[in-house]
């Protein structure tokens, strides 16, 4: 039988484990193996990424530099999401802002000593990456269409640094990154919809606030079309093996989601937008595989060494 003490500790991990979103966080670690794998570095063998230990470090440096950025923007925002997010705003308080304190710089020094193994521009890099989450989340976000932008940026910098490793500056590279620059730009705004009434009483100047729901639902549905830019270089320009099944499947998804957009106005309805828009995202990061199957069907580049 489980005693009280031991059950109070469980559920201070489950709130810390809601707090830094770990349900995340390896999505993104997958992600980036598999894009420096089939987009990144296409000309490596895949054992020897995966064995590449540097790499390795760059991977465990960004989910923790995304843990820690989930954590200050948890500490910046506990009030909004009583409002707007109130099950998970009371899960997430069982975890003492002290103690979401003391991790963050915690977890910051870790990052920054791992950095220090592979060269000073990666400790200059995920310096700069730490210091513009803290930035974002304690002045940016309240800015009227910064923080917007700024959130996209954010979130695939990761990507970005392990393109510096490689240098691989490939044309279709750019082509991907725009296509989920948009996505999650698109993303941001849907959850500004969702969360006009906290964003209104802690005066955040997002689009919403200042212009209404129609306008930006007019905003969203350029960007929608404006994403079909990357999709068809991707499409028809550019080569990304059966990866392109997915591309004419998101098309299929963006043109559901441009439907179900005028017809939202609750925020139950903002919120399957949200989900839509992330299983389009988190199903872009298992197609990447589509690339070049080969990897996984008959393990050839995997189990190939230099």
Sequence with gaps: MLTRKFKITLKKVASFFSVIRGYNIWVIALAQYLSAIFILAPEKRALAILLDWHLFLI????????????????????????????????????????????????????VALLMFFISWRAVFFFSTYIFLIWFYSHKLKK??????????????????????????????????????????????????????????????????????????KIVITLLTTITLIPVYLLIEIYDVGYMDIYFYLSLIGLLLFGTLLWKATSKTAYLKLHFLLKLIIVAGVFSIVLIEPTVLIHGKKLISTY
Excluded at 65 to 78: P, R, V
Excluded at 83 to 99: F, G
Aim: aromatic share 14%.
């Design 59 to 110: 991977v465990v440096a960004s989910i923790l530099t995304i843990a820690s950025g989930y954590i200050i923007n948890n500490f910046y925002d506990a009030k909004k999401d009583l409002i707007n997010r109130p099950k998970k705003a009371m899960i997430d308080r069982l975890v003492s802002q002290e103690t979401k304190l003391k991790v963050y710089f915690t977890i910051n020094c870790i």
């Design 143 to 216: 800015i009227f269409l910064i923080g917007n932008i700024t959130a996209a940026v954010l979130a695939v910098l990761p990507f970005f640094g392990i393109l510096m490793y490689y240098k691989n500056f490939y044309p279709v590279i750019f082509a991907h990154a725009s296509f989920l620059l948009l996505l999650i730009f698109i993303r941001e705004m849907i959850k500004d919809l969702e969360n006009m009434e906290g964003d209104l009483i802690a005066d955040y100047k997002t689009i919403p606030v200042i212009f209404g729901e129609k306008i930006t």
